[in-house]
């Protein structure tokens, strides 16, 4: 049975036993949404990266890392493994580099999705923390960033009861993390097909650290990327399938309390927060629907939403650019450096863009 024929099958049936609760069918699709193509300037697409590049985020002093070969339930995907790259954005020939990892790791069943990272202020150490779906699992890898050799060390494994459909997280500690758990059901079919086509606000997001972990904000449909502002005060936490920002403020006791949500117009995906403006910069996908039913012939967009003074009473919200799948398909992030932009997406290429 064709895949469209048995997901046509499967929302007869939810329609039938729900009827109005599937609201969430207008809200993967945005159909009713034209899509311009909004190109920026100068975009080269970067080497090595065929394969998907869920997540990046980049240091201060311009190393960007991406976490390549997604596979996700219901996405297109190679048989390719997942692989951390490293781009220096500051060497002009932007050639991302794989960074070794070590033999113990298993590399076979690696399937790296959000990532954060955090440096250590007492001694500089670099920790990439990356989620890992190993045989669709969900686990959070700590690795150790070694510059001088471009290699990670794996420091531990972490695994949770309460970390169980984890799509990204941000590292407030050496091993402390907020983390998104962006569907309720584990079971593949009822997370990759009855859970998406319900209107089920049962998404949440955990903190976790080795004296504490429990649910700190829940009520979300599809809670995805998440990130922090500069000054560590306030979390972010992409809502894709309500298209909107929840800004959140940090208690001492590391309790989220919800202060408000930006409609973004787009299924947002994961966030990346500009260290010097505070600026959100988000991968968004303008149609969720041809992402999920993925047709060559008729191929998922991308689309970068901008927002600026998020915490002022009219925060902006601008789409920086979109393109409607003939130069980059499902856009799952939107990293800036130094006057450009790094987009990254969830099994498709990467661009690098002139933001001017
Ligand atoms: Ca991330
Ligand atoms: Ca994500």
């Not at 590292?171 to 059901?185: K, L, R, W």
Request: glycine residues 6%; contains cysteine; negative net charge.
């Amino acid at each position: 049975m064709g895949k469209l024929v048995f997901i046509s099958i499967v929302i007869a049936a939810l329609s039938a036993l729900f009827g109005e609760r599937l609201v969430n069918l207008r809200k993967i699709t945005l159909a009713s949404r034209e899509l311009v193509q909004n190109h920026l300037p100068n975009c080269v697409t970067l080497k090595n990266l065929d394969y998907g590049s869920e997540d990046i985020t980049i240091l201060g002093n311009g190393l960007a890392f991406i976490s390549t070969g997604l596979r996700f339930p219901g996405m297109p995907s190679s048989d390719v493994t997942s692989k951390i790259f490293a781009l220096d954005l500051k060497d002009p020939r932007l050639k991302p580099v794989e960074l070794r990892m070590p033999r113990s790791f298993d590399l076979d069943s690696f399937n790296a999705h959000g990532i954060s990272v955090y440096i250590d202020p007492t001694d500089g150490t670099i920790y990439l923390f990356v989620v890992n779906h190993p045989h669709h699992k969900s686990q959070v890898e700590q690795f150790k960033f070694l510059e001088d050799d471009f290699s990670l060390l794996h420091v531990k494994t972490i695994k949770h009861e309460l970390l169980y459909s984890v799509n990204d997280i941000v590292a407030v500690g050496v091993e402390a993390f907020y983390a998104t758990n962006d569907h309720y059901f584990t079971h593949p079919i009822l997370k990759g097909l009855v859970e998406p086509f319900l209107a089920l606000p049962w998404s949440n997001v955990v903190y976790f650290s080795p004296e504490e972990v429990k649910v700190v904000s829940e009520g979300y449909y599809s809670a995805n990327g998440i990130n922090i502002s500069p000054d560590k005060g306030h979390v972010y936490v992409a809502d894709v399938l309500d298209h909107n920002v929840h800004v959140l403020e940090r208690k001492e006791d590391n309790a989220l309390v919800s202060v408000k949500s930006v409609a973004v117009g787009s299924l947002c995906d994961n966030i990346e927060v500009d260290p010097e403006t505070g600026d959100l910069w988000l991968g968004c996908h303008p149609n969720g629907w041809k992402l999920f039913m993925f047709d060559v012939k008729d191929p998922p967009g991308s689309e970068v939403i901008h927002i600026q003074n998020i915490h002022s009473d009219q925060p902006v919200v601008t789409q920086a650019y979109a393109d409607n799948g003939e130069v980059i398909m499902g856009s799952s992030v939107a990293a800036p450096y130094g006057g450009k932009l790094l987009i990254g997406t969830v099994f498709h290429k990467a661009l690098c863009c002139d933001l001017k």
